[in-house]
């Protein structure tokens, strides 16, 4: 530095202590341009809402605001104008008092306001959100360097489960086979996935560890927890609809309906393989049949003549699930139809069926063609004595009786006979 130089600035400092009176004077900072009054921040929306990104600076000045896409640089407006095409986008703008500066002209001791420290506020609006609009967005000040903030923006989807190959569609297995039934469901956050059974019973689920007698035991769920249902050696009461269920707590939930088919052969039981009636009354035969797929069921008499709905013979059925109960009834029981009777099941799994045997029980001294309101029931040989309006009832053969002393004569005369000795 030359001499001529250091005079110059030694004669500026000594100008500059004699103006203030001896004392130092401290200069004013220069505006430092605009700044953001508060961060963007980060918004958390479900997928159809809308979400608005609020972008305040302060002192903005000769500068201009934009709103840009993070992950592609995509300009979607400048200061208070929109500039993409995406319908969904908007931008909006407004100014707020941040307070004016006042200024010190010097020594005129005027006072003059400037637009140093309002701020403005561009807000970003997304409307009708998609999962696309997943992204992040920043507000960018055209500076040099360029100043900006960001925010990001999640999307919160309602669960949606997953066809094709990653849910189970209604399956069908044969008894004592391993069955799975899975469900997929996709949303965010990810959904939780549950399993109910359609009809409101219990889950059993068959428990892979053995108990110490060999058997694995089952267990009784309300509800099973997890994306997969696995079934070890299925048995045909875990048959029936179950609903796999998906939620993420963004409404709605969501459910599908997978129907679980356990086949197997026909089983048959007769609960009273050996019945009697007395001549002239009605007879009701009755089998308990197992079995899926549906069955054929019929009756044969003496092992030949099938059976038909007629006069002569009631042939009904009564069909819940894999269950079907059979009747035949036999009215007006004569001696010809005393004999064996076959209920007879069949699916294309195999066949099954189940024998009865009818015989005629022998009253001595009592009017049959009585019409008094009493009458006796007699059920598989034994009897049993009501008072009623003398509809016939399930599985036993009816007669009337004239009074209640003939309901008791028969009474002693049939219990000495099936009581055991």
Same mark, same amino acid.
């Given at each position: 530095?030359?001499?001529?130089?250091?005079?110059?600035?030694?004669?500026?400092?000594?100008?500059?202590?004699?103006?203030?009176?001896?004392?130092?004077?401290?200069?004013?900072?220069?505006?430092?341009?605009?700044?953001?009054?508060?961060?963007?921040?980060?918004?958390?929306?479900?997928?159809?809402?809308?979400?608005?990104?609020?972008?305040?600076?302060? $002192?903005?000045?000769?500068?201009?605001?934009?709103?840009?896409?993070?992950?592609?640089?995509?300009?979607?407006?400048?200061?208070?104008?929109?500039?993409?095409?995406?319908?969904?986008?908007?931008?909006?703008?407004?100014?707020?008092?941040?307070?004016?500066?006042?200024?010190?002209?010097? $020594?005129?001791?005027? +006072?003059?306001?400037?637009?140093?420290?309002?701020?403005?506020?561009?807000?970003?609006?997304?409307?009708?959100?998609?999962?696309?609009?997943?992204?992040?967005?920043?507000?960018?000040?055209?500076?040099?360097?360029?100043?900006?903030?960001?925010?990001?923006?999640?999307?919160?989807?309602?669960?949606?489960?997953?066809?094709?190959?990653?849910?189970?569609?209604?399956?069908?297995?044969?008894?004592?086979?391993?069955?799975?039934?899975?469900?997929?469901?996709?949303?965010?956050?990810?959904?939780?996935?549950?399993?109910?059974?359609?009809?409101?019973?219990?889950?059993?689920?068959?428990?892979?560890?053995?108990?110490?007698?060999?058997?694995?035991?089952?267990?009784?769920?309300?509800?099973?927890?997890?994306?997969?249902?696995?079934?070890?050696?299925?048995?045909?009461?875990?048959?029936?609809?179950?609903?796999?269920?998906?939620?993420?707590?963004?409404?709605?939930?969501?459910?599908?309906?997978?129907?679980?088919?356990? $086949?197997?052969?026909?089983?048959?039981?007769?609960?009273?393989?050996?019945?009697?009636?007395?001549?002239?009354?009605?007879?009701?035969?009755?089998?308990?049949?197992?079995?899926?797929?549906?069955?054929?069921?019929?009756?044969?008499?003496?092992?030949?003549?099938?059976?038909?709905?007629?006069?002569?013979?009631?042939?009904?059925?009564?069909?819940?699930?894999?269950?079907?109960?059979?009747?035949?009834?036999?009215?007006?029981?004569?001696?010809?139809?005393?004999?064996?009777?076959?209920?007879?099941?069949?699916?294309?799994?195999?066949?099954?069926?189940?024998?009865?045997?009818?015989?005629?029980?022998?009253?001595?001294?009592?009017?049959?063609?009585?019409?008094? $309101?009493?009458?006796?029931?007699?059920?598989?040989?034994?009897?049993?004595?009501?008072?009623?309006?003398?509809?016939?009832?399930?599985?036993?053969?009816?007669?009337?009786? +004239?009074?209640?002393?003939?309901?008791?004569?028969?009474?002693?005369?049939?219990?000495?006979?099936?009581?055991?000795?």
């Amino acid at each position: 530095m030359s001499s001529g130089t250091r005079l110059f600035l030694a004669l500026y400092v000594i100008n500059t202590v004699t103006a203030s009176g001896g004392h130092q004077v401290t200069s004013t900072p220069a505006p430092v341009g605009p700044v953001f009054a508060a961060p963007v921040g980060n918004q958390t929306a479900a997928i159809g809402r809308e979400a608005v990104f609020t972008c305040s600076i302060r $002192n903005i000045e000769k500068y201009k605001v934009g709103w840009l896409r993070t992950s592609d640089r995509t300009i979607l407006s400048v200061h208070a104008r929109t500039v993409t095409h995406n319908t969904r986008i908007s931008v909006s703008y407004e100014t707020g008092g941040g307070g004016g500066v006042a200024g010190d002209s010097g $020594n005129s001791g005027s +006072n003059q306001t400037s637009d140093e420290g309002k701020i403005g506020t561009w807000r970003l609006h997304i409307r009708h959100l998609k999962e696309s609009d997943r992204d992040c967005y920043m507000c960018q000040i055209n500076t040099s360097p360029m100043r900006s903030e960001e925010g990001c923006l999640d999307i919160l989807v309602p669960p949606d489960i997953v066809y094709g190959g990653e849910t189970s569609a209604d399956l069908a297995v044969s008894e004592g086979d391993n069955a799975t039934l899975t469900c997929r469901a996709t949303g965010r956050p990810a959904p939780r996935v549950s399993w109910r059974r359609e009809d409101g019973e219990q889950i059993l689920i068959r428990s892979p560890s053995s108990t110490s007698s060999g058997v694995a035991s089952l267990t009784r769920h309300d509800t099973f927890n997890g994306s997969s249902l696995q079934f070890h050696r299925v048995e045909r009461k875990q048959m029936g609809a179950y609903l796999c269920i998906a939620s993420n707590d963004v409404p709605p939930a969501v459910s599908k309906r997978v129907t679980l088919a356990v $086949n197997f052969a026909p089983a048959v039981k007769v609960p009273n393989q050996l019945l009697g009636a007395p001549l002239g009354t009605d007879v009701q035969l009755e089998c308990y049949v197992e079995a899926f797929p549906n069955t054929i069921n019929y009756w044969l008499k003496h092992r030949g003549e099938m059976l038909l709905d007629g006069p002569k013979y009631s042939i009904r059925e009564e069909r819940s699930g894999y269950r079907v109960l059979m009747w035949l009834l036999i009215r007006r029981f004569t001696q010809e139809d005393v004999g064996t009777y076959n209920c007879v099941s069949t699916n294309s799994l195999g066949k099954a069926e189940g024998t009865l045997r009818l015989y005629e029980i022998k009253i001595f001294g009592i009017d049959m063609g009585g019409r008094a $309101n009493d009458h006796i029931s007699i059920h598989g040989g034994l009897a049993e004595a009501a008072r009623g309006s003398g509809a016939a009832r399930r599985g036993g053969a009816y007669m009337k009786m +004239n009074t209640f002393h003939k309901v008791c004569f028969v009474l002693l005369i049939l219990l000495p006979q099936f009581w055991p000795r």
